[in-house]
């Protein structure tokens, strides 16, 4: 069962739900966590170990200058606007490269390689006995977030049960974190924001075709809107997490309310059992 | 025209409610922009006048033609995005994978690969009561967020010579949308809150911004609700050499005001004030009203 946590908005409460719901399986099943928030992933912040660090690279194009005659053909082709060919060199923009290969395979004269270039890296750790959790870090100022989820994965995909925090937003980062999951639980709040927000997400999972439900964090009792959006779109609501100041207090500090205070972690492990229902999967 | 983009490594900090209320109390002749194209909030408190609506293209789409397809391969081999699938034996390309590079287009040997357009959103200019709004709506999983940032960007220079001041609210993260808003900035304007990720966020913004040589300004938000943690992102602060320029309270008042669609600014309250001084502030540091 591999279940994705997702929200439009950022800062709803994703790594949260995340590091709570892994935390209150613990005691049924070993639980594999993969932290897709990759621009700015905090779900180590919430477990401490002594992880182990794994390099992840792409590739950039490099020109032989013996065997190039500067004839262009690959800067005009590279749609990303990564190569200016000059009078006297070839100009390679490492960050806006998609590593395609596109320039290696026009070049007549057989002038460009391909070298590894680091773009972030992976940790694995298991902080607590039956939790493996990998973390993806895009290095700053580095744009393919994409690359490091699809690492962080891949490493998980023999687990049985895994979680996985998404970024915010709708774009390509979040794709890849949906792709190949069975569940997806959207995590929003109950403002006009969060509710403009959920709609967009809920777009995604529509197109993706993926089993989605709700939790509504930091509510102040006033759901009634986003109740009646998810009875609307036929989507459920999993869970409602009230705002209060311990709760806020608890995760504030890095802990987590399912260990901390009473009656969440059986919250949360229902929650896993609703999502395995819906989601229709084993374990 | 002084340029500020307002920030924050994590989303939910209140990036939105620090905008729109600067943007209503500011005395500059103001224009303004809405650079989190997947998450476009800012409309919802300042809803004006739409002026115009534009397709958004990104990247191509490669679309393989099967009644030409010979069915070499080629493409499905060399397609580094696993973008390309067989079903029952017929080749097509899934969209949602597919970055445009062309390499399966320029392989494929019976001319059964053409590159497509695909619209991915649309770009807005609105006129609002705070000056005009320059805004745009990604479709729901489409890529290429950065290069849509940067078309409401272009939108928004046009008003260079009318207004003193571009306001920018910005998108979350670090990612190609946060580069592709602060690039060309004078200053940003950080967003963060008193809890361990919000430090851990904070840095790695901070990381990312200093390659741009901005001037980075940080506002506390809600810094009442842990002001252990507060305190210690004032240090990381000092230590870095980044200006606070302003805590807000935490304020029942800010969700009351986004309840009813608008800038926490029009209610009287701790909020407001907090949002006042951190104009003052930038006022000074900026040298603009």
Known sequence: MKIVVASGKGGTGKSTVAANLAYSLLDRHPVTLVDCDVEVPNLHLFFDSEPETRDVFTTIPKVDTDLCTLCGDCGNFCRYGAIAVLKDRVLIFEKMCHACGGCMIVCPEKAISETPYPIGLVEDSNPLSGLRLISGFLKEGEVLAPRIIRSAKEMAEDDEIVIIDSSPGIACPVIEAMEDTDFCILVTESTPFGLHDLDLAVGVTKNLGLNTGVVINRSDGSDEEVRDYCAEADIPVLMTIPFDKEIASVQNKGGLISERMPGWKEQFACMYDECLRIGGVGI | MKKIAVVSGKGGTGKTMVTAGLAEIVKSDLSLADCDVEASNFKLLYPGELLSAEDFHGLDVSVIDTEKCVQCGACLENCRFDAVEITDGLYSVRTLRCEGCGVCDYLCPSGAISMKKRLSGEIFCSATEAGPLAHARLDPGSGNSGLLVNEVKKRAARWANISELLLIDGPPGTGCPLISTVSGMDAVLAVTEPSISGLSDLSRLVGVCKGFRLRIFVVINRYDLEESVTR???????????????????????????????PVTRIDCPASEAIKKIRDNLSKELDVA
């Open chain 2, 232 to 262: 210690e992102i004032e240090e990381f602060c000092r230590s870095e050499g980044l200006t606070v320029v302003g805590k807000i309270p935490f304020d029942p008042s800010v969700i009351a005001a986004v309840r009813r669609n608008m």
